[in-house]
């Protein structure tokens, strides 16, 4: 449903008629590159990077399978929640959500992952890549406890990347301005969503008061 019109509008199928399969062709359109983003990728958590993740309640954790299937899922807690272990190691807490497990099952194929951590009302973001693996680690799970929940797993990262990315995105996006967001009537409720999706056979009011009391009662427990 288009949220402008209130209609819904059927997408046809896009045909690609200019496709870019080389870095050359990218150049020959943009080149150039200043100076400082050439020396900005770091190989370790610098003092910057740090206090950026000590004080992000939020990060996209990317991750793929070995047949090239990625995932991009989001993470949150209080601020600081990702723990910056030494200069090359980040630990990230697995709270209970969906059971799916796909960043899991991708990390245990292929050990890659990418993070961006943001932090409210600034317009930067600090990115990292680097392997990963999921530990059960009893001393690092208990460090990262939140109302006496102890989580399950951990996530450790090793950093081979870290850098601030400029905030031209969220500018653009306004993300952090509610006043210039587009309406959100029209949209579906996750209820909503989960319920014609997964063609349930439970009533939709049911459903939605399930979801009400995980969000209000069950951040930390299954």
């Not at 370790?44 to 206090?51: E, K, L, N």
């Not at 996209?60 to 600081?80: H, I």
């Not at 006496?148 to 400029?166: K, S």
Request: include cysteine.
């Amino acid at each position: 449903m288009c949220w402008k019109t209130g209609r819904i509008e059927a997408l046809m199928p896009y045909e690609i008629t200019d496709p870019i399969t080389s870095e050359a062709q990218i150049r020959e359109v943009v080149d150039g590159i200043h100076i400082a983003q050439r020396h900005k990728v770091l190989d370790h958590i610098d003092t910057h990077c740090r206090v950026w993740i000590e004080h992000s309640p939020f990060v996209v954790m990317a991750t793929f399978d070995a047949d090239g299937r990625v995932d991009a899922s989001p993470k949150g807690d209080p601020a600081g929640f990702v723990r910056v272990l030494d200069d090359k190691t980040l630990a990230i807490p697995d709270r209970p959500g969906n059971h799916l497990f796909m960043g899991f099952r991708n990390i245990l194929a292929t050990g890659r992952i990418g993070l961006i951590f943001l932090v409210p009302n600034r317009n930067e973001v600090v990115r990292v890549n680097g392997s990963a693996e999921i530990v059960r680690d009893l001393a690092l799970r208990e460090r990262m406890a939140i109302k006496g929940r102890v989580p399950d797993f951990a996530i450790v990262v090793r950093v081979e990347e870290a850098f601030y990315h400029c905030g031209k995105a969220i500018l653009r996006s306004a993300l952090w301005s509610p006043d210039r967001a587009a309406p959100t009537e029209g949209l579906p409720t996750y209820g909503e969503a989960i319920h014609a999706q997964g063609q349930l056979d439970v009533p939709l009011a049911e459903v939605e008061k399930r979801l009400k009391h995980n969000d209000e009662n069950r951040l930390y427990d299954e």
